[in-house]
């Protein structure tokens, strides 16, 4: 057998380590052997930082491909810092008694180790960059991965037969305050593996941010999937044998045979607006996407793309809807309802509030229908009018600006109305810091002489810790808990319904009822000590120069018992 070129087996090695293309570790791998033998190395070590915090903890990887006997004497040493922060080291060893290098084999393996290091710097950066981009910092793969993937689809098997779903885990945040942030994600993990195996290698399930996923898969695991977004038990202490059931509310594409694939907001364009219908529903957690849901997605870009022009040119209007003395008949106030007219059409209000709530765009608008109420007060105080109590609608968006109060005390002050005919609705919240937002709005509100109410009371889990907790100064009872609206068990809504009356006036609260539509119910509002009413039977909500009649007259007739 021919012996081997120390020269030519070593600018092979060189060449295989440099050489950008075509990179085949395994015959790179049996070259490094070669070289390292007639090198007479016993052990070559490479170790990998992404910083030198890391490097002093031991946080790295460490490699010796090569390790055939004692390494005894460490023959040669580097180790390099990168300007990024990597830390690149390289160790060669001998067993004791071998031949030590000459000076020509020290430079051969000098440029030898620090071409295998630069070798290892490419491709483990690489690998750091796969994960930066395509992994989230708690390690879930994340949205560019699942757009990757749609990528990957499109240019190799496509999309028939194939459904893509948004979810998000209904009252996650109740998990985190219940039982902490360490153990929900614990169960956040547990809930992916969950669907992370029920699609296996078949499709692709990535989170998009905190308890909001996407995943794509055939359509033959579908009701799988659905199932396990109805409801699963996830096992969150082993030891105890204690259990949660997550369920989510999830957008799905059942992607026809006819599907476009143009980019790859293609197929999150249909799941999107179908998740988000999803998470309004009261019932149903499962919205598909369909020639509505289209229609949807075409509506939300309608209104996004006319909404500056609709306030800079004033197509939001404020109507207002009287709120009554049950007894009487007077108008004791007024809800201000907001109404946009485009192109002589009223535009529904769930048309477009509920994609304003998508964003800080809601509050935009809520700052507008305030400085619009104010200015109608004041012109019917000018006017010399019986001016009523007006409430306006804030989103709870509006608890992440920790200024609210100065700011809703400016435009109140900059149309000169004194704070006594403001009132602010605010509807419930769901979590603890959420609510110690709340309480400091509140609070503030209270001081200065603005009312605050609680609006739908009744709806949501935490109503009676809302109004134990918070100084309101009026409670607005939903119509949902009406005796005989939407309820079989009429006794049982009459107990509630009078309970609920009783308590606010006990609190020293005032009383409202939305949503009165007949006769009948004015009589229960009547009955059960609830004073005040809001709603059809009286009146819709009015066009300003309407609203300013009924103030003239003053109210409606008393019904008769």
């Given at each position: 057998m021919e012996p081997l070129d120390f020269n030519e087996e070593f600018y092979k090695m060189i060449d295989l380590m440099v050489s950008p293309d075509n990179y085949d570790r395994p015959k790179m791998m049996q070259q490094l052997f070669k070289v390292a033998r007639m090198f007479r190395l016993t052990k070559v070590v490479s170790e990998f930082y992404r910083n030198p915090a890391m490097e002093a903890r031991g946080e790295g990887e460490v490699l010796s491909d090569f390790d055939e006997g004692p390494a005894d004497i460490k023959v040669l040493y580097r180790r390099y810092q990168l300007k990024n922060g990597v830390v690149l080291k390289a160790s060669a060893f001998m067993a004791e008694g071998t031949e030590p290098l000459n000076e020509d084999e020290e430079k051969k393996l000098d440029l030898c180790i620090r071409s295998m290091l630069n070798l290892l710097s490419r491709n483990r950066m690489q690998a750091v960059i796969e994960m930066l981009g395509y992994q989230d910092r708690d390690g879930y793969p994340n949205f560019p991965a699942f757009f990757r993937y749609l990528e990957k689809m499109q240019s190799t098997c496509g999309f028939k037969g194939y459904t893509a779903i948004l979810?998000?885990?209904?009252?996650?945040?109740?998990?985190?305050?219940?039982?902490?942030?360490?153990?929900?994600?614990?169960?956040?993990?547990?809930?992916?593996?969950?669907?992370?195996?029920?699609?296996?290698?078949?499709?692709?399930?990535?989170?998009?941010?905190?308890?909001?996923?996407?995943?794509?898969?055939?359509?033959?695991?579908?009701?799988?999937?659905?199932?396990?977004?109805?409801?699963?038990?996830?096992?969150?202490?082993?030891?105890?044998?204690?259990?949660?059931?997550?369920?989510?509310?999830?957008?799905?594409?059942?992607?026809?045979?006819?599907?476009?694939?143009?980019?790859?907001?293609?197929?999150?364009?249909?799941?999107?607006?179908?998740?988000?219908?999803?998470?309004?529903?009261?019932?149903?957690?499962?919205?598909?996407?369909?020639?509505?849901s289209l229609a949807e997605k075409e509506n939300m870009s309608?209104?996004?793309?006319?909404?500056?022009?609709?306030?800079?040119?004033?197509?939001?209007?404020?109507?207002?809807?009287?709120?009554?003395?049950?007894?009487?008949?007077?108008?004791?106030?007024?809800?201000?309802?907001?109404?946009?007219?485009?192109?002589?059409?009223?535009?529904?209000?769930?048309?477009?509030i509920p994609i304003l709530e998508q964003n800080?765009?809601?509050?935009?608008?809520?700052?507008?229908?305030?400085?619009?109420?104010?200015?109608?007060?004041?012109?019917?105080?000018?006017?010399?009018?019986?001016?009523?109590?007006?409430?306006?609608n804030l989103s709870r968006k509006h608890l992440l600006d920790v200024d609210l109060l100065e700011h809703l005390m400016r435009v109140i002050d900059k149309n000169k109305v004194p704070y006594k005919y403001i009132e602010i609705e605010l509807t419930e919240t769901t979590t603890e810091v959420e609510l110690k937002k709340l309480r400091r709005l509140v609070e503030g509100l209270r001081e200065v002489g603005i009312s605050t109410a609680v609006d739908d009371f009744g709806v949501g889990y935490s109503s009676l810790n809302l109004i134990r907790e918070l100084p309101w100064n009026v409670l607005k009872i939903d119509r949902s808990l009406l005796p005989g609206v939407g309820n079989d068990n009429k006794k049982m809504s009459n107990l509630m319904f009078g309970h609920i009356a009783s308590m606010a006036k006990d609190m020293g609260l005032e009383c409202i009822t939305e949503g009165v539509e007949t006769a009948d119910q004015v009589e229960i509002l009547k009955n059960n000590d609830c004073p005040y009413a809001q709603g059809f039977f009286y009146d819709r909500p009015l066009p300003v120069e309407e609203f300013e009649e009924r103030l003239k007259k003053g109210g409606y007739d008393p019904v008769s018992s």
């Open positions: 979810y998000n885990l209904r009252q996650f945040s109740l998990i985190n305050r219940d039982l902490g942030h360490d153990m929900g994600d614990r169960i956040l993990r547990v809930h992916f593996e969950t669907i992370k195996a029920i699609i296996g290698d078949k499709g692709f399930v990535v989170r998009v941010g905190g308890d909001n996923f996407a995943a794509i898969f055939p359509n033959e695991l579908l009701d799988k999937i659905i199932k396990a977004m109805e409801g699963v038990p996830v096992v969150y202490d082993k030891e105890n044998d204690r259990r949660v059931m997550i369920s989510a509310c999830a957008g799905v594409f059942i992607i026809p045979p006819d599907f476009k694939y143009i980019n790859q907001g293609s197929i999150v364009d249909m799941i999107y607006p179908s998740c988000q219908t999803a998470k309004l529903e009261k019932e149903g957690t499962i919205v598909y996407a369909s020639k509505k309608r209104v996004r793309r006319h909404f500056e022009e609709a306030l800079e040119k004033n197509y939001f209007h404020a109507f207002y809807q009287p709120k009554v003395d049950v007894k009487s008949g007077k108008i004791i106030g007024a809800e201000a309802l907001c109404r946009w007219i485009y192109e002589g059409s009223v535009v529904p209000p769930m048309e477009f800080t765009d809601i509050c935009r608008l809520d700052f507008y229908m305030l400085d619009r109420v104010c200015k109608d007060i004041r012109s019917w105080l000018d006017k010399g009018l019986n001016v009523v109590r007006v409430s306006v």
